[in-house]
């Protein structure tokens, strides 16, 4: 009685499987390799990020989509078409310069995502006080090498391993991006003025870091084409970059001057001009004690330092306008204004908005 329950155990040892099969179902059953990573969202390709499940989408769902931003598109639809030109111009061959995509990404995933060998160039935002990458694969290297020092057409790019890219290499690849850059400017500038100036060029991504890796960055995919040769251009603009003009991005289009209403700019100023402001003419300005203040009664008088003829001060709210002197006309007081209002005080009074 005793050494059946043994064997049953020796038995279930050796197996792997419980001894007795007609008893309870419950066992637990072991996920496969592909049920795992679908589980924790490993198991998609790197082309395939926008239909991530599992922990993988539960963890990148705090990244900001570029669809949050709908003026970035349209900035960057502009970039597309200035740049097919300039690169046209710069190359001197038929340039085709495509959108492929537009997404979110964090900064420490993208990095370790470069294609080594590549050139990534270390762009500055003067106006956002900020920085950005401009990735360049190998393919649209030796592409622009080719065709920059008169390659023949219809023959593939000569692409060398295992060796890091020459003096002219790097000097050709700079070039470019220094035009891509200026086409940059261009295509922000009806929504603000951003200046793009390139930093340094940097073939290690661990030596082109600008943001923590945890941080969100937005990542612009483009495609140009030169005939048979070609490849991909990334541009990576964290999303800290973006943030000084983030209420611009959140725009709709509307016409050419991306959401403006001429209608409404000008109802606006002209409203602003009629606003009424309280305008006072102090004599004297002193500090007294609380209690003297609560203390007062009729026929207290109280001592001013002015004369009667000295200058008094216009003022606006805490602005002072500007210097005058009382006088009489007819049967009404009247202040005489002895001195301009500066600029710089009509900037003051226009922050204040309307009054009394």
């Known amino acids: ?14 197996t792997g499987e419980p001894a007795n099969e007609g008893g309870s179902d419950g066992s637990e059953r072991i996920l496969s390799q592909d049920e795992i990573d679908s589980l924790l ?18 963890i990148n769902s705090a990244l900001v989509s570029y669809e949050r931003l709908p003026m970035l598109e349209i900035v960057f639809d502009r970039l597309v078409r200035l740049m097919t030109t300039s690169l046209r111009n710069f190359t001197s061959d038929n340039v085709e310069v495509s959108l492929d995509q537009i997404s979110s990404v964090r900064f420490g995933d993208y990095l370790n995502s470069i294609p080594l060998p590549a050139i990534i160039a270390v762009f500055r935002a003067q106006q956002l006080d900020n920085f950005g990458l401009a990735t360049v694969d190998s393919s649209l290297i030796y592409s622009i090498v080719d065709v920059l020092l008169g390659g023949r057409r219809g023959a593939a790019a000569t692409r060398v391993e295992g060796r890091p890219y020459t003096t002219i290499e790097r000097t050709l690849v700079t070039r470019m991006i220094e035009v891509v850059l200026n086409d940059a400017r261009q295509a922000f500038a009806p929504l603000t003025q951003v200046d793009f100036t390139l930093d340094r060029i940097e073939t290690n991504p661990r030596f082109a870091a600008i943001a923590r890796p945890p941080n969100a960055a937005i990542i612009v995919k483009l495609r140009i084409d030169m005939e048979d040769r070609g490849g991909k251009l990334e541009l ?7 943030e000084p003009i983030r209420k611009m991005l959140l725009q709709q289009f509307m016409g050419e001057k991306f959401g403006r209403d001429n209608i409404w700019e000008g109802h606006l100023a002209s409203e602003l001009w009629a606003t009424k402001l309280e305008v006072r003419a102090v004599l004297d300005e002193h500090k007294e004690p609380l209690r003297k203040v609560l203390d007062l009664k009729v026929g207290d008088t109280l001592m001013l330092d002015a004369a009667p003829d000295g200058p008094i001060v216009l003022k606006c709210g805490a602005v002072d306008l500007s210097i005058g002197r009382v006088g009489r006309m007819g049967h009404s007081l009247a202040v005489r204004v002895e001195k301009p209002i500066a600029p710089a005080v009509q900037h003051a009074v226009m922050k204040l908005g309307g009054g009394k």
């Open 41 to 58: 969202g490993f198991g998609l390709g790197e082309e395939d990020s926008g239909s991530r499940t599992g922990v993988r989408a539960i």
């Open 1 to 14: 009685m005793s050494t059946e329950p043994a064997q049953n155990e020796e038995k279930e040892w050796e």
């Open 236 to 242: 990576l603009l964290p999303y800290a970059t973006l």
